[in-house]
């Protein structure tokens, strides 16, 4: 069965950083897109960041261009977000999810594959 579990979230003051990590199994994601979500409490999910299969290919909310970034390595099935400068308003649940398709999606519901999440909490 097909798996993702993040890690890496936490307690951080502003303008620290965190690394999220997302091991994948069950299944061969290295062909899948892979993304990252976020939910803050009392607001929607939302695109954070996603990667294509080959690492080649990036795209970020513009909330996060210049202060996240999204990586992967197919040979330990894990994805990575390594956040800096990290603000309040970055307080949420962040998930993984993965795609089959091509295209690099910010829409949740191309997502077929979801973690459970992990929390990042930044304090002022």
């Known amino acids: 069965q097909a798996q993702l579990v993040e890690s890496g979230g936490g307690l951080v003051q502003a303008g620290g950083s965190l690394r999220l990590s997302c091991a994948t199994s069950g299944r061969t994601f290295s062909s899948y897109v892979m993304g990252w979500f976020r939910q803050a409490p009392g607001k929607e999910r939302e695109f954070v960041a996603a990667i294509r299969w080959s690492g080649s290919s990036t795209s970020y909310a513009d909330s996060v261009k210049g202060r996240f970034t999204i990586s992967r390595d197919n040979a330990k099935n894990t994805v990575y977000l390594q956040m800096n400068s990290l603000k309040p308003e970055d307080t949420a649940v962040y998930y993984c999810?993965?795609?089959?398709?091509?295209?690099?999606?910010?829409?949740?519901?191309?997502?077929?594959?979801w973690g459970q999440g992990t929390q990042v909490t930044v304090s002022s």
């Open positions: 999810a993965a795609t089959s398709g091509a295209i690099m999606s910010s829409t949740i519901t191309n997502y077929r594959y």
